[in-house]
Every structure is written in structure tokens, then in C-alpha cells.
């Protein structure tokens, strides 16, 4: 095996004891310190301490998120009135949707009017306060101008009413970004696809973990900076090789940022290495009907075993079996495929728990992929481990570094167990469930809003997507609407999405999709639809666990029979 080659390992010191450092200097005793950095409440309310003990009046805030912050720690509590901030350079809505979920933590919050440019104004009864919101214009590694939240230092000297210092400091929060991104950058890349096996980015770093008491919610500077520099650098490598912003197709090779917590200064290490696969170990999951976190990639394989019928397997990248059964039996019939993107994990035990109730109360053919993409499978389940609550969109792809779907020409590799499936078939229906973060997603160092997907930055609730090819439109919308009138039957579905959607909304804006029984439906006529249909669930999945995750693959699976039923009965032709 070949060695990996280490493109950077560096240590970068802790902004917030380089502040403490040089605010203890006796030229600032008597005077008074705002700062802005990416740490947690105890390490802030630390630094205070130590200053105050030397005579400096010292307020240490959060640089990510720091209105939801100041409501939390430093607002009184009452009906409030925000005025969001208005950049030149902030695209329209970042800040009311950077103010996420103070709709859902408090009943008495209302947005109206602007702040200032960096500033919201939180208006209470007769009182205005004004909310700093450090940023800076940053130019990305694509090039472009981008606002992008930064730590600040603002002091003053002992009786001066002027500062003696406004400015941004670059934390080593922001610093850590930076340095990988030129690492990469600098690296002589060949033109070969894929350009590597793997790309390891492991960073220990001090910073925000802190859950809220709204749905999924946790506010997590690593897990945002996972998320920042996976999707950077899969745009340094689209950028490089010519390609669009957001293309699915490029196969740079798998890139694994992995964040964990430290208490002292910032260690980034960043490795070329070769693919690193450990066996699977053959498990029983028990009754899939109570599970309460996502199936290991053995307990799917047993679960599927179980099932009867005809198996067939492909090989992923990596070397691990892509599984499925067919059953056969009556037609019109449907193919049901879950986990394309592997942090999605909710519809695997989804279609399970339907294909074995198909089997048991039914005769309808089908053929069922319950996990479809083991490689980018495999790892969730190994980033899961340190952070158990971050969304890990490194694992959404495949070990190329794209979606398998996009994939139009062979070798398909993962692909080609979805399309066995739906050769045996002869589907009418491809079921296709998935999933998307159950809390908020940001890329604060490159504009916060995550680029190209700023529609799902937080969530909206279960929804439903239905493919057709062109001249199938007529059926689509009485199939939606007998489907989501069956799935509102569960009050726990429609209290769970009618509250998110509440919250959205207050947040996001109007909705600009159409709803069935408080359920969003997108109907969507495509050329390239291999199926006469194909129905995408969407569940807020990513990161949940107990009742929540039940009430997720259990939707799932209420979604796969309900549509199974209306297919049978004509609904969608034959
Ligand atoms: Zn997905």
C-alpha cells in the first residue's frame, strides 16, 4: 500500500487566548473589550473572567449566529420586533434565515424593517438594541465576493468614548479554512479522474455545540466547517477540471473532512491516502418497526436476506456489495431504492419495513435496493462516530466524488443495482426515498447560505417529489393528492410538518411550491425519467435519532405502500 502524502499539518494558535494575551497588557487596564469569535459559552464566559480579574470590562460573543446568541444570553425576554441586516454583497433573505429558529424557540418574534449594515435592531416595548453581526468580504477560491461571518475585536482605552480598535480579526476558525483550501490548491493535482483515492481533512478546533430546543436544531461551528470545506473543495475540483458550480458528474475521489472538538490551539491535517475499506460484520437489527438510529451496513444485508425472494449484487467502488431482492408476482409493479445519498439514512429502513410487508399482505412484483451507495454508506457510519449529530455531507456522494445518479455511461458501478432492479421489473413506479438535513446547514466561511442548495439551508417538513416522462402529467397530481390524503391520516406526520413549515416560513419567506394536505408536492415532467414515474420522498432525516428517526422511516414506508396500493389499483396506468 502506498504511503499517504501529507499536503499540510500545522498547528494555529487559538484566537481567543491571543485576544486574552493582549488585552492582560497593564495599557488596557481600566478599559473595556467587545469581541467576536467562533468558541462555545464556557471558553467565552472563561476569557471574561480572566480579563475582568485584570481590570478590562470584557463581553466575548459568539461570531456565528450572534443574534440567535444575544436572544438566548442577552435579551430579555418579551415580544420582539427584528430588523434585518441589508449588504450590499448579503444575498436577500441570509440574515432573516441566519435568525433560524428563533420562530420556532419563541412564539413572539416578528421580522420588519431593515438594521444596518451589519446590525440587526431588536426592538422591545420602547427599547432598540442593536446587534452586531461581524462580517467581512472575503474572495473565494471560485473567485467571487462573498460576505462571510469573522471574528472582530472592538475596544476601548480607559476613558476614551472612541475605540481604539474596530476591526475583523482572522480567527483560527477562519484560518483553518484558508489554509486548507491553499494546501489543496497548491498541490500539483494531474488531470487524471479520479484525481485521488482520498482526500482526509482532520481538524481539532475549539467551538459552538449547542442544541436548542426546537425540533433537531444544533448550532455546531465544526459541523459547519465540515460542511464548508467538503462542498469547497468539490468546487475547487469542478472549478479546476472546467466544470459548473454544483456539478454532479466529476470524480475528483473521496474527500472526508472529519471536525473534532479540542480545548487548545487548532491542529489541521490534511493526507492523500488510498481507499481504507474494513469488512462488514453480519448483525440483526431485532424488530425494524422500533429502531431507533440508522441499520449498520450488516444489518441491512440481513434484513434483506430475510425477505425471500431472488437476490442480486453489484460491486461498489470501494469493493462492498450493492444488495437487492426481487420478488416476483403481479403487475403494474414498483422498484424501491433507498440511500443515494448516504447521510439519508431514514428510507433504508423505510423500504425494508415496506418490502416486508409487501411480501407478507401483498402479491404486487417488486424489486427493492435498500442501500445503493455502501462506500459513501460506510463512511457516514464512521463520521458518525465523533459527531453523531452532524449531517456528514462528505458521505452523500459515492467514492468517486459523484452522485451515482448522474452517472449516464458505463462502467455504472453503484447505479447498477438500481437499474437491475428496474430491468427485472419493468417498474411503472421508482420509488426513490431520501432524505435532507433535519437542522440547519450553513457554509459560514464562503457567504453562510450553502451555495446552490440555499432552498434547503433549513427545514421544510415531509415532501414529495414526482417525476414523469413527458405526456404522463395527467396522472400526477390525483396520484399525489390520494397519496398525501392517506399519509395525513398520521397526526404525528401532520403536527411534525405543520410546525416546520410554520417556522420556515418565518424565516424563509412565502412557500413558492404547492402543498396537498399540508404535505409540499413538486410535480416535475423530465425527458430523462427511465420510468413512466419516479417518486423522491424527502424526510429532515440527517442527524436524528430515537422517536424522531421512527416517525421518519415509519413515514417512509407509509409513503412505499400507500403509493404500491394507488399502482395496483390503475392509478398510474399499466
Ligand atoms: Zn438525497
Known amino acids: 500500500m502506498p504511503d499517504d502524502t501529507v499536503l499540510l499539518d500545522t498547528v494555529i494558535p487559538r484566537t481567543l487566548d491571543a485576544i486574552v494575551a493582549e488585552f492582560l ?40 449566529k450572534p443574534l440567535v446568541h444575544a436572544l438566548l444570553d442577552e435579551i430579555e425576554a418579551g415580544p420582539v420586533v427584528i430588523g434585518v441586516p441589508s449588504h450590499p ?10 435568525a433560524y429558529p428563533l420562530a420556532g424557540l419563541r412564539g413572539d418574534v416578528a421580522f420588519d424593517g431593515a438594521g444596518g449594515e451589519l446590525s440587526y435592531s431588536v426592538t422591545s416595548g420602547p427599547a432598540t438594541t442593536q446587534v452586531f453581526a461581524p462580517n467581512r468580504v472575503r474572495v473565494d477560491h471560485l473567485g467571487r465576493r462573498v460576505l462571510a461571518p469573522c471574528g472582530w475585536v472592538r475596544a476601548w482605552r480607559a476613558g476614551d468614548p ?37 482526500l482526509e481533512i482532520v481538524v481539532a478546533i475549539p467551538g459552538i455545540e449547542r442544541a436548542l430546543a426546537w425540533h433537531d436544531e444544533v448550532m455546531s461551528t465544526r459541523e459547519a466547517l465540515h460542511e464548508d470545506l467538503y462542498f469547497s473543495l468539490l468546487e475547487f475540483f469542478q472549478h479546476r ?74 460491486r461498489s467502488v470501494q469493493g462492498r456489495a450493492i444488495l437487492g431482492v426481487h420478488r416476483r408476482g403481479a403487475r403494474p409493479n414498483i422498484a424501491i431504492i433507498a440511500g443515494q445519498h448516504a447521510n439519508e439514512t431514514s428510507g433504508v429502513v423505510g423500504a425494508l419495513r415496506a418490502a416486508r410487508r409487501l411480501v407478507a ?35 452523500r456522494y459515492t467514492a468517486l466524488g459523484d452522485d451515482l445518479e448522474s452517472r449516464t455511461a458505463p462502467p455504472f458501478h453503484e447505479k447498477a443495482a438500481r437499474m437491475e432492479a428496474i430491468e427485472r421489473t419493468g417498474a411503472r413506479l421508482h420509488l ?13 466561511l464562503t457567504g453562510y447560505l450553502p451555495r446552490g442548495f440555499e432552498m434547503w439551508s433549513i427545514p421544510k417538513g415531509f415532501f414529495l417529489i414526482l417525476r414523469h416522462r413527458p405526456g404522463l402529467g395527467g396522472a400526477a397530481e390525483p396520484f399525489l393528492r390520494a397519496l398525501t390524503a392517506r399519509l395525513a391520516e398520521d397526526a404525528a406526520l401532520r403536527d411534525f410538518n405543520a410546525a416546520q413549515l410554520r417556522v420556515w416560513r418565518a424565516h424563509a419567506g412565502a412557500p413558492n411550491f404547492p402543498m396537498f394536505d399540508g404535505i409540499p408536492c413538486m410535480i416535475a415532467e423530465r425527458e430523462d ?37 394507488l399502482v395496483r389499483r390503475g392509478m398510474l396506468g399499466t
Open 432 to 444: 426513490n426515498l431520501h432524505g435532507y438535513p433535519a437542522h440547519e446547514w450553513t457554509r459560514p
Open 162 to 198: 472612541a475605540p481604539a480598535r474596530d476591526a475583523a480579526v482572522e480567527t483560527e476558525y477562519e484560518a483553518v479554512f484558508q489554509a486548507v483550501m491553499s494546501a489543496v490548491a497548491a498541490h500539483p493535482w494531474g488531470d487524471a479522474m479520479p484525481t485521488m483515492d482520498t
Open 361 to 395: 399482505e401483498t402479491d404486487m412484483e417488486f424489486a427493492v435496493v435498500p442501500q445503493d451507495n455502501p462506500d459513501g454508506y460506510a463512511l457516514h457510519h464512521r463520521l458518525r462516530a465523533r459527531n453523531p449529530r452532524h449531517m456528514h455531507h462528505a458521505a
Open 529 to 565: 425519467q427511465g420510468t413512466a414515474f419516479q417518486l423522491i420522498t424527502e424526510y429532515p432525516d440527517e442527524t436524528i435519532y430515537g422517536d424522531a428517526f421512527r416517525l421518519a422511516h415509519t413515514t417512509q414506508m407509509r409513503t412505499v405502500l400507500y403509493a404500491a396500493e
Open 89 to 98: 454583497l448579503g444575498p436577500e433573505g441570509r440574515f432573516r434565515l441566519e
Open 241 to 314: 477540471a472546467g466544470r459548473a458550480a454544483g456539478d454532479r458528474t466529476l470524480r475528483p475521489g473521496q474527500i472526508i473532512p472529519e471536525i473534532v472538538a479540542s480545548d487548545g490551539p487548532a491542529h489541521v491535517r490534511v493526507t492523500l491516502a488510498p481507499h481504507r475499506v474494513t469488512p462488514d460484520v453480519a448483525a440483526d437489527a431485532g424488530d425494524l418497526d422500533i429502531i431507533e438510529r440508522p441499520l449498520t451496513a450488516g444489518e441491512i444485508a440481513t434484513a434483506l436476506a430475510s425477505l425471500g425472494g431472488e437476490g442480486f449484487a453489484h
Open 25 to 64: 497588557d497593564p495599557a488596557w487596564r481600566g478599559g473595556r473589550l467587545e469581541a467576536w469569535v467562533f468558541e462555545g459559552g464556557a471558553a467565552r464566559r472563561a476569557a471574561e473572567l480572566a480579563l475582568q480579574a485584570r481590570g478590562i470590562t470584557a463581553c466575548v460573543r459568539s461570531a456565528y
